[in-house]
């Protein structure tokens, strides 16, 4: 394969992951403890942990990221039917199921900041865990193919 034969998906992971990593850093100055809005007495307690999740669902995010441009390397360098692609869509399923149970234990935290400010929290939490699930499962269907195709592979280099 020519080496910049995937340049437009590394480019597509860039501008996915510009924007998150923006609003990670100035979403973080939005949460000023001494902000007139979350001195408001529903919302005193909610800060924090949507802080914590918002944050902790970060580092899963990039990592799986990293896993991607990992993979469209491998795919660059015709290394796509190796047991290194394998672990790069395994890591990817893991981080998306990671993102998940963070944000379903993030959901109550969501519902109660929906509850006191008319915020899309609920919906925002909701298709970030669908689209996780989404690659998650889709993660896991290239894996097990690329499994069987190496497998495949394997028994044909043996029976020659």
């Known amino acids: 394969m020519k080496r910049g034969s995937t340049l437009f998906l590394k480019i597509a992971v860039f501008l996915i992951g510009t924007p ?3 609003v990670c850093i100035v979403g973080l100055s939005r949460f000023d403890p001494n902000s007139p809005y979350w001195q408001l007495p529903e919302l005193t307690n909610l800060q924090y942990p949507i802080l914590i999740g918002m944050y902790a669902a970060m580092i899963p995010f990039f990592f799986a990221l990293y896993q991607t441009l990992k993979l469209l390397g491998y795919i660059d360098k015709n290394e796509a039917f190796s047991e290194l692609s394998v672990k790069a869509l395994k890591n ?3 981080c998306a199921i990671i993102i998940i149970v963070l944000y379903v234990v993030e959901m109550p935290f969501l519902y109660l900041l929906t509850k006191a400010d008319d915020a899309p929290g609920i919906l925002m939490g909701m298709v970030i865990i669908f689209a996780s699930m989404v ?8 894996q097990r193919l690329l499994q069987t195709a190496i497998n495949l592979k394997s028994e044909n280099d043996l029976t020659v």
């Not at 499962?137 to 290239?142: P, R």
């Open 20 to 22: 998150v990593l923006t």
């Open 135 to 142: 690659i998650a499962v889709f993660a896991a269907v290239l």
């Open 92 to 94: 990817i399923k893991y």
